[in-house]
């Protein structure tokens, strides 16, 4: 045969294939032994194995057999295609491959590898039928010379009848147990690949987490509103040419009591305010200016009063109607401006309008400025579960989620809260910007950031 025509063969021995080997070497391999006629061989192009009595004569002269030349263009396509997962399965099943080889196989290899496997394991099913047959045949007539003998005869035979029917590590119990483990691995690698990942365990709301770093001074803890009257003060400036203006009216949060000289002052203003027409004058044109300096250096804060004499303060230290000579309402005239303590006679104190107490925590918290100190990530772990089977342990991997996190502080805070937020938001926010807290509210924050708990079945290699 010329060599033009010379076909490849690829034989089977035991788990490992050989070749493309040509037809003269394969028939020098018949020729000293090292292949039989039941060899598995595959025509180069062929996925299918076949015994090598197809292609060759086995007897007394070596003879080759004229078979049909398979093309090589169909493997040349498949195996361009990628091993699909049951093969794959099938090869380390089986034993033709471990982890580390199994990724080397084209499509083309592993289902010749896999089926060459089957029709072996099929093969020796049908050669234990066969010798179960024969010997359940040879031991019939056997058994009836021998019930003549002793009766050891008859029990041995029977031996070997039940060793020929019973015979242990069987080809179809392998294969059994191999398609057993084969759908067992499918089923924990289903398992395995829905495993899923909680989120970060702990933390708290940043709205509870803001509060509770909440740094309120006493000094600037309270809320006062009230309420002054001065209709009749009004009425008495009114007949001698002076009206009381309703505009610019203000009253002032002194530091602390009045004493001294302010106090005194203050007695003598009232006082001259009962007789606007002939008292008040002189005391305004000789004591008025100094009076209204020391009311504005004993000033801790002051606020205008509206028409109706309403007025408020915030941020001011604790204070209660005992405190009410503390506050000096200021009310312009046409030429000067008078002086007196909102406790004082020649106003209307309404008392029902009074109100002193706290601030609401809130109004703090919405002033509380954090700002970004840095983006964090973290997750993305390898982890790793084992599958056992009788035959091969497999290693399959998983990854971690990835987790994002604002590190935020106040401008005086040593340390900081670790928000966890979407991937759009972490991407959005930048380093140094104000971070609105008061939007967030229902975010969870951490002291430090925090990755998912491993799930059951995985763990770090």
Not at 139 to 157: H, K, M, T
Not at 229 to 242: C, D
Not at 258 to 283: R, V, Y
Not at 363 to 388: D, F, M
Request: glycine letters at 6%.
């Amino acid at each position: 045969m010329g060599s033009a025509h010379m076909r490849h063969f690829t034989i089977l021995i035991g788990n490992e294939t050989q070749g493309p080997l040509t037809e003269d070497a394969l028939i020098a391999m018949i020729a000293d032994g090292s292949v039989g006629a039941d060899t598995p061989c595959a025509p180069e192009g062929s996925t299918e194995w076949v015994p090598l009595s197809e292609h060759f004569n086995f007897g007394g002269k070596l003879k080759l057999k004229l078979t049909k030349h398979v093309a090589t263009e169909k493997e040349d396509q498949t195996s361009a295609v990628r091993i699909n997962p049951d093969l794959r399965v099938k090869l380390l099943i089986y034993g033709l491959a471990d982890s580390a080889t199994v990724d080397g196989f084209t499509q083309v290899q592993a289902a010749t590898a896999v089926s060459a496997k089957e029709r072996m394991l099929s093969f020796q099913i049908r050669a234990h039928r066969m010798a179960k047959v024969a010997t359940f045949v040879l031991a019939v007539p056997l058994a009836f010379a021998a019930g003549l003998f002793a009766p050891l005869v008859p029990a041995a035979l029977g031996l070997l009848v039940s060793s020929g029917v019973h015979e242990q590590g069987s080809a179809k119990a392998d294969l059994a147990r191999c398609y057993k483990e084969i759908k067992q691995m499918r089923t924990d690698l289903r398992k395995i690949e829905s495993i899923t990942f909680d989120p970060p365990l702990g933390g708290s709301l940043i709205g509870d987490a803001v509060a509770n770093r909440l740094r309120i001074a006493q000094e600037r803890s309270f809320l006062l509103k009230g309420r002054f009257g001065a209709e009749q003060l009004s009425r008495k400036f009114a007949s001698p040419g002076s009206p009381l203006k309703r505009d610019a009216r203000r009253v002032h949060l002194l530091k602390e009591m009045p004493s001294g000289s302010l106090l005194e002052l203050l007695d003598k203003s009232e006082e001259s305010l009962g007789d606007p027409i002939n008292k008040w004058p002189a005391f305004d044109k000789s004591k008025g200016k100094e009076l209204e300096k020391l009311v504005q250096s004993a000033t801790l804060a002051t606020t205008t009063a509206h028409s109706q004499g309403h007025f408020s303060f915030e941020n001011i230290p604790p204070i209660n109607e005992t405190m009410a000579r503390q506050l000096v309402v200021e009310i312009p005239t046409k030429d000067s401006k008078l002086f007196a303590t909102y406790s004082s006679k020649v106003l209307e104190q309404l008392v029902s309008e009074w109100l002193a107490e706290p601030l609401p925590q809130s109004q703090y918290i919405a002033r509380e400025e954090y700002r970004v100190i840095k983006k964090i990530a973290v997750g993305g772990r390898k982890l790793t579960a084992t599958i056992t089977t009788p035959y091969r342990r497999f290693i399959v991997s998983r990854t971690s989620p990835t987790w994002h996190y604002i590190a935020i502080a106040r401008k005086e805070d040593k340390d900081v809260l670790h928000v966890l937020v979407s991937e759009p938001q972490f991407d959005s926010t930048h380093d140094g910007e104000l971070f609105d807290h008061t939007k967030y509210v229902m975010l969870r924050c951490f002291t430090e950031p925090v990755e998912s708990q491993n799930p059951p079945g995985l763990v770090v290699p």
